[in-house]
């Protein structure tokens, strides 16, 4: 009888394993868009160049920039 219950267990944590998978595959992937304007722009002594993103995902979320 435990032998019959093992294989039972095992059978349905491979059936729930290989749902988790699939599922996970059919996440889209974020999409990150970068456009720039073809000019410089000037203040206090610096250029500048003005970057516009967008980005497409299934949730919402945040572009951060940081200064490199």
Do not use: H, W
Not at 16 to 24: A, D, Q, V
């Amino acid at each position: 009888m435990k032998k019959a219950n093992l294989t039972t267990f095992l059978i349905m944590l491979l059936v729930f394993i290989s749902t988790m998978r699939m599922n996970g595959q059919d996440t889209p992937s974020p999409k990150v868009d970068f456009l720039n304007a073809p000019v410089l722009f000037k203040e206090g002594g610096k250029s500048y160049q003005q970057v516009v993103a967008s980005c497409q995902a299934e949730n919402p979320g945040k572009i951060i920039f940081l200064e490199g």
